[in-house]
């Protein structure tokens, strides 16, 4: 069961995402367009009550239950980003609106970039390691609970990977490449 709804949740925010925007650009809808992308967060808590029954019910937690609380995670820490990200893209497709800005690729704010991108995985991490301390915690049962340890374990490695390599850009900035000719 938790499975269909991590996928239906993902589906439902992106649904709402582009729904809002059709409705802020296309139907020149803003008021209803605010409403539908205000609903995203309400994704995240179908997804939380749904595994939190699967459990009541007695479902040992595996790593599906471990992959909604990194869902909620990613979805709190990232949303907006990713919002703004697609409505700046659907305002200038559909509405006339400026070009997205190219992404910096190299130099002192790429390097800022990285670090900030690295500052919300730390923030995803910590709200998605929070509940699945907390469904531990509720379970009490840690052979039950096992394979959530074990995947906050390895969202740990990754996250102190994603650390090394975004910050590394603060010490060795990536340089332009230079052009044929120069």
Known sequence: ???SVIIGCETAFWVFVLAGLACRYLLRRKTLGAV???CTPVVDLVLLAATAYDLHQGGEASFIHGLAAIYIGVSIAFGSRMIRWAD?????RFAGGPPPEPKVKHGA????????GWLL???AWGIGCALLLG???????????ASLRSLIQMWSIVLAIDFLISFSYTLWPRKAKKEHGD
Request: aromatic share 6%.
């Open 121 to 123: 995985h730390l923030l």
């Open 1 to 3: 069961m938790v499975v």
């Open 36 to 38: 539908l992308l205000a």
């Open 135 to 145: 469904i531990i915690v509720w379970i009490g049962d840690e052979t039950r609970t």
């Open 88 to 92: 700046i893209r659907f305002a200038h």
């Open 109 to 116: 704010e790429h390097a800022r970039n990285e670090r900030k």
